[in-house]
């Protein structure tokens, strides 16, 4: 730990910095605020039809209905109406057209939730219904999409490459798309201030978007709206811009009725109206040799976007990113159909596109492995990125020399060409010994071995075992959202007050970078205070979201507290007749020649010698450079790695089947904080198997999502996890310039959840000889029918 | 109607309050205690848990489910109460920090609940305790390191203590037509308001209010009626009381029909269960309830009472129709019963989820074999038609066959016979059809010895 062992509290497994908060339940959401007198309430009265046009709106018995005060439609509104992120196509409030089952048409203001829930149902109103597009076919044929056309990008020629290949394999998979589900669902108050001012709180990742919306909406400048969030009950993206919509509206009453204004979604309300992860399908074609070393790859994406384009470009553009996922694939071809239909708009979500990538080439190379007959690890091993010669890296910013690689050299013959398909080259890639490491840890072989022996002997139930690694680009691929700002106080009894623009949902981002701060004057974590993000504190924010928020806030705070400490030191050493490189921050105490003082003092000190000691800092990401037209550039700041092997178990005659052990070996690179890096891994893995397994999203045929609740969505639940459940950190480092040479965790670990699918696989190909293909999610239901074709050809 | 519990151990008094208030609302909008949090205000994420106690222990229930008339004489504790009376946390919160249990901590108050009542009750089957409790950040496991960790830690005095607590009964004054105190004030004052909506665990009919948003102009809180928890098990019968909750009946049934145990376990979550009734789960008709396929495969007589008339019919004929059950007005649930008999019922239930999920598919087998041969089926379905069913057609091809796989393979082709049933978000009609099928399969290879469900694989 040498470059860690004069940081303080940085890379400590530290608790959640509000876990007292949580479990004595004193820690408050937006729901819990206590709120002035005469707080007024809101709901939405929503659509019942998909697409149309709404032909008459009668609310009388909405304004009549209990505890009403205000009805709002679109001509209301005294501003914009558009809660989009950026494309302008999302009105708040139905502008006539109707464009999905659950778009807002009215807004109730009423005395309290339940009755602007009760006068919310209330609306007549009468449509001239038009047939929707709910399916990625319909919008194929009525050529129904956001671009004018598909994206492609292409490296070599790939149709050559596949028609040269001595192998092929094609197919096409359906990919179910993801509810959030955060416990917390959408919430946003509003106190309206002097002159018009506004004060809003809002359960969202992204600060200063609600701040941008809600001051269009309501006819002000930016400076004349505040929005603080002190954390989420979960966001993994979905407050990333779903919240819009609820900031805005009680902004807007607010101002309209001069009372302080709340609303939440009832979790019904909250799955019917905001946005899901992109449902994809994938086709594909490989051309490979006898190992199964791939020579060409083609992909289609069609990626179902919903009604609006929130964030669909972007989410699509990171899929087909992460096509390639770890593996140097000679010649490719990814074709991306961004189709708009009459659902909700499909909007972040964890991983943003890159596991539905990802899943593509997995397919692959299970569909390859299968065929060949090979150990499906060696098939990815062949095709694996190869590792960087050397460890070339910077000295660390704390002078500490780096470790070295813990990974070593790939056993493949001869030099790969290591650049993506987007012409980035990967020059830092992990998996070779992470994937050896994690083979040993878990004991693969003999269990594969094991487990083939195991399905001789049975008949109805069947196990299977597979393996998925992870290489996921680090940084916004729309390369100025790479940013972030600090703004770091020194009171003059020494304590800290911290603050940045980055939001906490769970993550322990504001844990991880008040380690950082306490690391940089040299003090315990007592001295921080950590508060809330707020738009008035820290300005033009990125949305918390990319994995990037400690990367970006981390730094940012790191450049404010340094600059508070120069400013320090320089004094002390004037005042201690010593040099300011001397001067020392350590263990609470600040050494300054032959002088020592607690940080406290010398804070005092400071302060009375007319030092400023309140600094905001920055950051950039270095060395990112994307056009997305091209499909070129460098997107990434670096790649965060991870290997998963999962064994399962499952039912000829049911479907049914369960996790029975898995084993994560995942790179933080330094970790900032061990514990809270595991759980972000434990976590994000049963998230992923989630999603590949029991979370169905079901519509009917009239558009209407028929899983809008807990009890028909379901998410995993706690004897989902694994039994056996081995987590570890890699012991490497990040060579790239990080903070602390730690690497971004929030969303890397969930695509680990592939390894469940490709179990899964393993599993179901024990039925028979065919390929399984399953699609996913790979409910019971999916099994079972994969099992009937492997099987009885049925 | 007046209300009287302790809260976090002090005595509130309630009168005034709309009697479909939930617990829920109130803690968080009367009293301002936000902890207890609302997650999806149906009782499927276990986000409001709370911790209920009365003379017959303490149990987690959803906050969300309960109306405030079902408090009446009981104890609530909260997670604002958990702590000590300095502040010093219970082993399970401090066990929560310790073991990174908390990420956004928006389920953690549930949780905490779900665990303190487990640790109160010293169950250490931690899956089971807290398979109503959703988390999406964690992936559970941390939680349970934090449970397995206080398992052998002594239950504070503060909240052994509470436990103690013998709440005063109802005072007599707070008797009203809404609040009978036996089933003979029950029927009597039902049959004064037939049209009164009857109110058990509320697991069901909660849901009308905080989904439904109905107002509920009568209705009769059946918890007063302790003469209809009664379970009786003698040398051959079985009879329990409508109002029997579902981990009473667990705990009877289990050691008489272990699969059938096994199905209340992943029937719905500690918090329902501990809430709902077996009277509820018949009397509501609905076509995926767990229990009437069961009860009917074991020959189950349901026991009806209006006024001061009895009838009893067997529980198959009870289901007419959808939504249609064979109950006149006035006439409630008084209890069921079967036979005691061999084991040899298995019940499998399908779902996307294995716990707390409603059934996609409920099949129960009650095969009589004598000397080879099949002398009795009673073969009874959930989620396969407009009620729960019995496969009479399959029935028939099993009875005075000899049990072999030929005679399974000629009575699953009977199963199109009996049922018709349909597509929805849980299952295709396809998919439900051919493994009640292959659940006959199941249960012949069962029978035989064979491993047969992926919960009995061990590494």
Redo the contacts between chains.
């Keep these: 730990m040498s470059i860690l062992s004069k940081t303080g509290p940085v890379a400590k497994p530290l608790p959640h910095d509000a876990a007292k908060l949580h479990v004595t339940g004193a820690a408050r959401y937006v729901d819990d605020i206590p709120m002035p007198a005469g707080c007024l309430h809101l709901a939405f009265g929503i659509s019942t039809i998909a697409k149309g046009r709404i032909t008459a709106m009668d609310l009388d018995a909405v304004r009549a209905s209990d505890g009403v005060v205000l009805v709002l439609v679109a001509q209301d509104l005294p501003f914009s109406n558009d809660v989009s992120p950026a494309a302008h196509d999302e009105p708040l409030l139905s502008d006539g057209r109707v464009h999905y089952v659950g778009q807002p048409l009215f807004l109730v203001v009423a005395s309290s939730h339940r009755a602007a829930r009760v006068a919310a149902r209330k609306g007549q109103i009468e449509y001239a219904q038009e047939t929707p597009i709910l399916t990625v076919d319909q919008a194929l044929a009525a050529d129904s999409r956001f671009e004018d056309g598909p994206r492609i990008y292409n490296k070599g020629d790939a149709a050559a490459a596949i028609a040269a290949a001595p192998h092929l394999v094609e197919g096409v998979m359906e990919l179910g798309g993801q509810e959030h589900f955060y416990l917390e669902g959408q919430a946003a108050l509003a106190l309206p201030q002097e002159g018009g001012d506004m004060l809003v709180t809002s359960s969202t990742q992204h600060p200063t978007e609600i701040q941008h919306k809600v001051a269009e909406a309501i006819g002000l400048p930016m400076h004349a709206v505040r929005v603080e969030i002190r954390r989420m009950g979960g966001g993994f993206g979905g407050k990333e811009s779903q919240g819009n919509a609820l900031a805005v509206s009680c902004a807007i009453a607010a101002r309209a009725t001069g009372k302080p204004c709340k609303m939440r979604y009832d979790r019904d309300d909250d799955m019917v109206i905001t946005g899901k992860r992109h449902d994809f399908r994938i086709s594909y074609r490989a051309g490979f040799g006898d190992d199964g070393a791939l020579s060409g790859v083609e992909f289609t994406h069609l990626v179902r976007c919903g009604w609006a384009q929130d964030l669909s470009l972007p989410v699509a553009d990171r899929a087909m990113l992460h096509a390639d996922n770890a593996y140097a694939i000679p010649a490719i071809r990814i074709e991306s159909h961004r189709l708009k239909t009459n659902t909700q708009s499909a909007t972040a979500y964890r991983g943003f596109g890159g596991p539905q990538g990802m899943v593509g080439i997995e397919r692959v190379m299970d569909h390859i492995a299968h065929d060949l007959g090979l150990d499906p690890v060696s098939v990815r091993q062949v095709n694996y990125y190869d590792a960087p010669e050397t460890a070339k890296l910077a000295a660390d910013q704390g002078g500490a020399a780096p470790r070295p690689a813990a990974s070593p050299r790939s056993s493949s013959g001869k030099k790969k060409d290591n650049t993506t398909p987007y012409g980035m080259e990967v020059s830092d890639f992990e998996l070779h010994g992470m994937t050896a490491r994690l083979l040993e840890t878990s004991d693969y072989q003999a269990r594969r071995a094991e487990i083939t022996a195991w399905n001789k002997t049975q008949d109805q139930l069947k196990r299977g075992i597979g393996f998925s690694p992870v290489k996921f680009g680090i940084s916004f691929t729309l390369t100025h959202l790479n940013q972030a700002g600090a703004l770091v106080h020194v009171y003059q009894d020494g304590s800290i007050h911290l603050n940045h623009g980055g939001t906490e949902m769970g993550q322990g981002l504001f844990q991880k970078v008040a380690q950082v701060a306490a690391s940089r004057f040299g003090v315990g974590m007592e001295l921080v205070k950590i508060t809330a993000t707020d738009t008035a504190k820290v300005p033009n924010t990125s949305a918390t979201a990319a994995s990037s928020g400690t990367d970006l806030n981390g730094m940012a705070v790191k450049a404010a507290c340094d600059t508070i400490r120069d400013r320090m030191a320089t004094f002390l050493a004037q005042h201690h007749q010593c040099s300011v490189a001397s001067v020392r921050f350590e263990d609470g105490r600040v050494i300054a020649g032959a002088d020592e003082m607690t940080f406290e003092q010398a804070a005092m000190l400071c302060y009375q010698g007319r030092i400023s000691l309140s600094a905001t800092g920055f950051y950039k990401t270095p060395k990112v450079e994307w056009d997305r037209i091209k499909g070129q550039g460098r997107p990434f700041f670096y790649f965060a790695y991870g290997a998963s092997v999962t064994e399962v178990v499952v039912d000829r005659l049911s479907g049914e089947n369960r996790i029975l052990r898995s084993d994560i070996l995942h790179d933080a690179g330094v970790s900032l904080n061990p514990h809270l890096d595991i759980g972000q891994v434990e976590g994000g893995y049963v998230q992923g198997v989630g999603w590949l397994t029991t979370e169905e999203l079901v519509w009917d045929g009239n558009g209407r999502l028929s899983t809008h609740a807990p009890s028909t969505y379901k998410i995993p639940a706690c004897s989902d996890r694994p039994d056996v459940f081995n987590v570890a950190l890699w012991d490497g480092q990040n060579r790239e310039d990080s903070i602390y040479r730690s690497k971004a965790v929030g969303e890397p670990p969930f695509m680990l959840g592939i390894s469940a699918y490709l179990a899964l696989s393993h599993a179901v190909s024990a039925y028979g000889e065919a390929y399984p293909a399953l699609d996913a999610p790979a409910t019971a239901e999916q099994l079972w029918s994969a099992i009937r074709r492997v099987r009885d050809g049925v | 109607m007046e209300i009287t519990f302790h809260l976090n151990g002090e005595e509130v008094t309630l009168s005034g309050v709309s009697p479909t208030t939930t617990l829920l609302?109130w803690l968080?909008?009367d009293r301002?205690?936000?902890?207890?949090?609302?997650?999806?205000?149906?009782g499927?994420?276990g986000?409001c848990s709370v911790m209920v106690t009365d003379d017959r222990g303490a149990k987690a229930l959803n906050a969300c489910l309960l109306f405030l008339p079902q408090l009446n004489g009981k104890a609530i504790r909260?997670?604002?109460g958990?702590?000590g009376p300095d502040g010093e946390?219970h082993p399970?919160?401090?066990a929560?920090?310790?073991h990174?249990?908390?990420?956004?901590?928006?389920?953690?108050?549930g949780f905490?609940m779900s665990m303190v009542t487990a640790h109160n009750n010293g169950a250490k089957d931690?899956?089971?305790q807290?398979?109503g409790?959703?988390?999406?950040?964690?992936?559970?496991?941390?939680?349970?390191r934090a449970a397995e960790a206080v398992e052998d830690m002594p239950v504070p005095a503060w909240v052994a203590k509470d436990a103690a607590v013998r709440e005063p009964a109802p005072a007599a004054q707070n008797h009203t037509p809404y609040a009978p105190r036996s089933s003979d004030e029950l029927a009597a004052a039902y049959v004064q308001n037939p049209q009164a909506v009857l109110i058990a665990g509320a697991t069901d009919v909660a849901l009308w209010v905080t989904?439904g948003?109905r107002d509920l102009e009568d209705v009769i809180f059946l918890e007063g009626c302790t003469d209809l928890k009664q379970i009786e098990i003698s040398d051959d019968q079985v009879r329990l009381g409508a109002m029997v909750d579902m981990n009473a009946m667990r705990a009877a049934i289990a050691p008489l029909h272990p699969s059938y145990g096994e199905m209340i376990r992943r029937y719905a979550s500690q918090q329902v269960r501990g809430a709902a009734t077996l009277g509820g789960n018949i009397a509501n008709g609905s076509p995926i309830g767990d229990n009437p396929p069961a009860l009917i495969a074991l020959g189950a007589t349901l026991h009806l009472r209006q006024g001061d008339t009895r009838r009893s019919l067997p529980l198959e004929d009870f289901f007419v129709a959808y939504g249609k059950q064979d109950r006149l007005p006035g006439e409630f649930v008084e209890a069921v019963s079967f036979a005691r008999q061999p084991d040899s019922l298995r019940c499998?239930k399908?779902s996307?989820?294995?716990?707390?999920?409603?059934s996609?598919v409920l099949g129960a087998f009650n095969v009589t074999i004598v000397n080879g041969t099949v002398t009795g089926a009673r073969i009874a379905f959930g989620g396969m038609a407009a009620t729960p069913k019995r496969a009479s057609h399959v029935e028939a091809a099993l009875l005075g066959q000899p049990w072999t796989p030929a005679t399974v393979r000629a009575a699953q082709a009977e199963f199109d016979k009996d049922f018709t049933p349909m597509s929805?978000?849980?299952?295709?009609a396809r998919?439900r059809l051919?493994?009640a099928r292959?659940?006959l399969?199941?249960y012949y290879?069962e029978l035989n010895g064979?491993?047969?469900?992926?919960?009995e694989?061990?590494?």
Excluded: W
């Excluded at chain 2, 301002?32 to 149906?42: A, F, H, I, S």
């Excluded at chain 2, 409790?133 to 941390?142: I, K, S």
């Excluded at chain 2, 996307?352 to 409603?358: A, E, G, N, S, V």
């Design positions: 609302d968080r909008e301002y205690l936000t902890g207890t949090k609302e997650g999806c205000n149906e499927d994420c986000a909260t997670v604002e958990v702590s946390l399970v919160q401090q929560m920090i310790t990174h249990g908390s990420q956004c901590g928006f389920c953690t108050p905490v931690h899956d089971v807290l398979a409790n959703l988390c999406r950040c964690t992936g559970y496991a941390p939680i349970i989904k948003l499998y399908l996307k989820r294995f716990d707390q999920d409603i996609a929805d978000m849980r299952a295709s998919y051919e493994t292959n659940l399969a199941r290879a064979d491993t047969v469900s992926v919960l694989v061990v590494l």
